[in-house]
Nanobody, 124 residues
Framework: QVQLVESGGGLVQAGGSLRLSCAAS????????MGWFRQTPGKEREFVAA????????RYADSVKGRFTISRTNAKNTVYLQMNSLKPEDTALYYC?????????????????WGQGTQVTVSS
């Protein structure tokens, strides 16, 4: 079993920055991709970014390209999401996720483990 714990969410003004972190623990037997999704009430969970085990490949939603950066430190089993130039529409509950085939899918149902989420609120 794998546990994912997010941190770093909060309230920020539009144009500001936040850095989310997600620490993985438990029995992980493969090189796994990690990703971030977000969700607002009444809407589907949407893909934000993903990164392969090596960190050599990343993938972003069009809505965050050029503003968000995903990275990871495997020695610490941690993935990060640096969010710059935040907009009110970025307000959501952000979830960390892991995919055990090391595949940067954008599909919610193809990820294997999920964290509990961390709230990001951007005020205008």
């Amino acid at each position: 079993q794998v546990q994912l714990v997010e941190s770093g969410g909060g309230l920020v003004q539009a144009g500001g920055s936040l850095r989310l972190s997600c620490a993985a623990s438990g029995r992980i037997s493969s090189n796994y991709a990690m990703g971030w999704f977000r969700q607002t009430p009444g809407k589907e969970r949407e893909f934000v970014a993903a990164i392969t085990w090596s960190g050599g490949s990343t993938r972003y939603a069009d809505s965050v390209k050029g503003r968000f950066t995903i990275s990871r430190t495997n020695a610490k089993n941690t993935v990060y999401l640096q969010m710059n130039s935040l907009k009110p529409e970025d307000t959501a509950l952000y979830y960390c996720t892991a995919e055990l085939s090391n595949y940067m899918t954008t599909r919610v149902d193809e990820y294997d483990y999920w964290g509990q989420g961390t709230q990001v609120t951007v005020s205008s």
